[in-house]
């Protein structure tokens, strides 16, 4: 390995897993994905230029994709990324001084994945029933119809608040609903923060393969009952991004 490069470190596997010849890790041109093994465990890694910047959206996608790929078939332990080390010793110490910890995460992730759900409240629809509910929104709003901005400012200012109050509160809610309806499927979940100020829904679940069916048909009937005020995505499988903090993994 060059002087000016080091490895990038995507996951902690268990030692059989071999990446597949055709997968590309971050960079450009794409570094080729091996893996250092020691005892039970294996990093999976890829050469990079130090004075190269990583981040790119090409960088987060050629990780996440290698990630969600392994988690498929194998339990992986994903590195935050941007995680950079030396060489082969530097991941094989990595390794060997927390052998037994990953080893037990990695048995504890066996068959079982991430999904994410995530939805947004269609703005219209939220504000038509917030103005219809409330009667102080309803009379902000029409304060503020057909006036210049300068001349209904502090009306505008106060509706927007109104709406950002019940957004957060609508989303606490359905955050909980969700988790309710679908979490009997579920390991363990976590939810996250927003993402945008309309966000209805986004919660992280870690699902044994065998409930994935049961989980996506929940999902789906809850999604189904709400299509007409939030637009919801089911993302996944992924890797366990949200669950492996536990166990202090590399930071």
């Known amino acids: 390995m060059a002087q000016d490069s080091?490895?990038?470190?995507?996951?902690i596997v268990p030692s059989d897993v071999e990446p597949t010849p055709d997968a590309e890790g971050v960079g450009s041109p794409p570094g080729e994905v091996s893996a250092v093994r020691h005892g039970e465990l294996a990093a999976l890694v890829s050469e990079v230029v130090l004075e190269e910047p990583l981040g790119r959206p090409a960088d987060l996608?050629?990780?996440?994709r290698l990630l969600d790929g392994t988690a498929e078939v194998a339990p992986v332990l994903p590195v935050r990324f941007g995680t950079v080390v030396t060489g082969e010793d530097a991941v094989a110490d990595l390794l060997d001084a927390h052998h037994d910890r990953f080893a037990a995460a990695l048995d504890e992730f066996e068959g079982r994945?991430?999904?994410?759900v995530h939805g947004?409240?269609?703005?219209?629809?939220f504000i038509g029933e917030l103005l219809a509910a409330s009667r102080d929104a309803a009379a902000l709003a029409e304060q503020v119809r057909g006036r210049p901005e300068g001349q209904s400012r502090e009306q505008r200012i106060r509706l927007g608040e109104m709406i950002s109050?019940?957004?957060?509160l609508r989303r606490e809610s359905e955050n909980r609903e969700l988790i309710d309806?679908?979490?009997?499927y579920a390991v363990a979940d976590a939810a996250r923060a927003p993402s945008h100020e309309?966000?209805?829904v986004h919660v992280a679940f870690l699902i044994a393969e065998e409930d994935e069916d049961e989980f996506i048909g929940a999902v789906e009937d809850?999604?189904?009952q709400r299509r007409k005020l939030i637009r919801m995505r089911l993302i996944g499988p992924l890797a366990p991004y949200d669950f492996v903090s536990a166990h202090q993994l590399v930071e």
Not at 6 to 11: D, E, H, K, P, S
Not at 120 to 125: I, L, S, T, V
Not at 181 to 184: F, I, K, L, M, T
């Open 6 to 11: 080091g490895l990038f470190i995507y996951g």
């Open 61 to 64: 996608t050629a990780y996440e």
């Open 113 to 116: 994945v991430q999904y994410t």
């Open 120 to 125: 947004r409240f269609d703005e219209q629809e």
């Open 165 to 168: 109050q019940s957004v957060e």
């Open 181 to 184: 309806a679908v979490g009997r």
């Open 198 to 200: 309309m966000d209805a």
């Open 222 to 224: 809850f999604a189904e």
